[in-house]
């Protein structure tokens, strides 16, 4: 038997990162530096050629609201004007729209969002935290599963549309004569069907999908145009040298946030989102609301 190999008293590198982490996580929460970041967001503008455009496209994209959970009516609102001010031509939201247990339709919620503008509408899609105000899983937060959950997000979906928002689950529209817009389910949580979601999509004309779980970029079939996510909150914490601490992805930092390319070459967009989860605090990771001036190619 060989003798054992005595521990180097050195610091590994995992050692060094987690004491950085913690450190740095309890000095954001000490000197109210991450609480203060956490409700001051910005707008971010992006510029990019959609194949299949006929003439310029501006769409504004709000994702993970997170509405119930340290996020309420004056942060949506504020999340609201500024979208309208960019004056889109359509208005998407990326998911996690509600984070609480949603018995009754979130209704200062759905009286902000009455008062998106945008021509050719305004659309969304679920995330893994809507499903979880549906009741679909037991949380410390939401509390016990329900078994009527699939009826809950049939009727939470009817109040959106009365609030001027068509969440699409696994389908698409044609909302102008050359862009189809496609939306699928939450992959964590959901039942993702890319097929379903892209049926009506057009041999002409430009392609626009939202997925609020960036993980789906893999998988990604060919000849889209572009893709928007939210998910990941760019880390919501993210640290000096060190990036974000966490990242809820399986490709860990690859899909944090910002550009990046799926499967065939498609480029997609991953927002730092707008609401907060887990804890009240953001650092070095604004809250975005992200507008898009699309161009034809």
Known sequence: ?????????????????????????????????????????????????LPGLTRPLRVAFLT???????????????????????????IVLGGDQMDYRADEAPAALLAELRRLKAPLGV??????????????????RYGPARADWPQRRESLRAAYAEA???????????????????????????????????????????????????DLLPSL???????LSGHTH??????????????PSRYGQRYAMGWVTGAHGTPAYISRGLGLSGVPLRNLCEPEVAVFTLTPQ
């Not at 038997?1 to 004491?19: D, F, K, N, Q």
């Not at 060919?222 to 893709?227: D, F, I, Q, S, T």
């Open 1 to 49: 038997m060989s003798a054992s190999r005595p521990r180097s008293p050195h610091l590994t590198r995992r050692r060094v990162l987690r004491g950085l982490a913690s450190v740095g996580l309890g000095t954001l929460a000490l000197g109210g530096v991450g609480a203060a970041q956490a409700y001051h967001f910005g707008v971010t503008h992006h510029t990019r050629a």
């Open 64 to 90: 993970d609201l997170h509405y119930g959970l340290f996020i309420y009516g004056g942060s949506v609102r504020a999340w609201v004007d500024a979208a309208n001010a960019a004056r889109p031509d359509l």
């Open 123 to 140: 659309y969304g899609v679920w995330g893994n935290h809507d499903y979880g105000s549906f009741g679909k899983y037991y949380s410390p």
């Open 164 to 214: 001027g928002v068509t969440i699409l689950r696994n389908e698409g529209r044609a909302v102008r004569e050359d862009l189809y817009l496609g939306g699928v389910d939450d992959l964590w949580v959901g039942e993702v069907d890319l097929g379903a979601a892209l049926a009506g999509k057009p041999l002409a004309g430009a392609t626009l999908l939202v997925s609020h779980n960036p």
């Open 221 to 227: 079939p060919a000849r889209l145009g572009l893709v």
């Open 234 to 247: 760019g880390g919501q914490i993210r640290l000096p040298l060190i990036g974000a601490a966490v990242v």
